[in-house]
């Protein structure tokens, strides 16, 4: 847990049994000792990501956990006000960064680091699929997507147009380079690690958006695509290699 975060979980419950998932979710039965789940502020970033961002990611997550299982890692997250209150389906940039943030960070501490990051992959798929996607005509993706073109040329304008339409639509900052071999994707301003000190670079949601981008754009194929720098472990931005021949 990053320093300054939002939340503190204390006091175990008693029984091992509880200890985890459930044991955030038996809060609220009574006459028995539960996980308290302390709040203190976490500063909020003056960033925006879209409402229909965080409600996309939102609701991936509650698709693949439940209802009880959102709710406490919306709990977890020190965002308790979410619950039943999504974010509004819109193009409005009012999602704090450091509220995305604290939602991932839940997700690895309640599902661990892998199962977290497994998790915020579909997300970020999911992300994609419903939200940028809606974005192809008007910037030319879904022209570019039925074309006729070699797939290096399909790559090459995709990631560039994706990049361009995040950083116009959010405060989050994109830029793409060709190094090769690879396409070096860079996330200047991260609403993935807002704040937050780890070990591994930790920005996963963008990983499973650049996959599901491509996996698009090619008619079916997977790329390689990884996370090689990160703001939460010290360097200056967020940046994936992303290979330019697809894996299938
Ligand atoms: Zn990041």
Known sequence: MAEGVALVVQAAHP?????????????????????EVAKVTREKSGLYYLNKGGL?????????MGKNGINAILNMA????????????????????????????????MYGPRGGRGLALRAGRATFDRVLKDFGPMVGMADLAFKVLPLNVKV???LRVMGET?????????????????????IL???????RKTDKPCCHVATGLLQEGLHWLSGGKEFRVA??????????????????????
């Open 227 to 248: 996370e090689v720098a990160c703001m939460a472990v010290g360097d200056e931005s967020c940046d994936y290699v992303v290979y330019k021949e697809p894996l299938s």
């Open 189 to 195: 301003q991260c609403p993935q690690c807002w704040g």
């Open 15 to 35: 029984e091992s049994s509880h200890r985890g998932l459930e044991g955030a979710l038996c809060c609220g039965v009574q006459g028995r000792k539960h996980w």
């Open 78 to 109: 020190g965002l308790p006000h979410l619950i039943d209150n999504y974010p509004p389906d819109n193009l409005a940039r009012e999602f704090d960064f450091a509220d995305y943030t604290a939602l991932l960070e839940a997700l690895e501490d």
């Open 156 to 158: 090459k304008v995709g």
């Open 166 to 186: 995040i950083t116009k639509l959010t405060d989050q900052i994109n830029e793409v380079e060709d190094a090769g071999d690879h396409y070096l994707y860079k």
């Open 56 to 64: 996309i990611t939102i609701l991936a997550l509650e698709n693949i």
